[in-house]
C-alpha cells in the first residue's frame, strides 16, 4: 500500500528548505507508483480471467456429443470437442460437406450437430503404411 502520510513529509521538507531529502522521497514514492500500477494491472488480468472462467462454468454445456455457449438468450456452437478437453479451447467447428471440421486441430465429426448424436472420432489422422527398407 501506498502510505498517503508521505506526500505531507514531502511537503514538509520542502517547507523546511530540505530540498535534496524531498526529491529522494519523491523519486521513492514514484517507484512505489509504478510497482501498485503494474500490480494492479496484472490482478486486472486475473481478476478477468476468473470471470471468463465462472462466466463459461455458468453458461458452456455439453449436448449431442458437442459443446454449446449460452450467450444473451443464444445458442453458439458447436465447438470442437477435442480442443476443448484438451487445451481448454472453444474454436467452432465449421461445416465441411456433411462434416463438421475444427479449423485449429482438423478433428472431424460425422454427422451434422443438430442430429441426434454426431458422435467424435478420435481427431488423430489416418495412419499409413509405413516402408520399411531391406537390410543390405
Ligand atoms: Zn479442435
Not at 1 to 7: G, N, P, S, T
Request: charged residues 25%; hydrophobic residues 35%.
Amino acid at each position: 500500500m501506498l502510505d498517503y502520510r508521505r506526500f505531507k513529509e514531502i511537503n514538509d521538507l520542502f517547507a523546511s528548505g530540505q530540498p535534496e531529502r524531498a526529491r529522494r522521497l519523491l523519486m521513492e514514492l514514484q517507484s512505489r507508483c509504478i510497482a501498485l500500477r503494474d500490480e494492479m494491472s496484472m490482478l486486472k488480468v486475473r481478476l478477468q480471467t476468473f470471470e471468463d472462467i465462472f462466466y463459461l462454468s455458468r453458461n458452456l454445456y455439453a449436448e449431442n456429443g458437442f459443446y454449446w455457449l449460452r450467450t444473451a438468450g443464444a445458442k453458439q456452437g458447436p465447438f470442437c470437442t477435442h480442443c476443448y478437453e484438451s487445451e481448454g479451447a472453444l474454436i467452432r467447428l465449421e461445416k465441411n460437406g456433411g462434416q463438421l471440421r475444427c479449423p485449429y486441430c482438423d478433428s472431424s465429426y460425422a454427422g451434422s450437430a443438430r442430429d441426434s448424436g454426431g458422435h467424435a472420432d478420435s481427431g488423430l489422422p489416418l495412419r499409413q503404411a509405413r516402408i520399411l527398407p531391406f537390410a543390405k
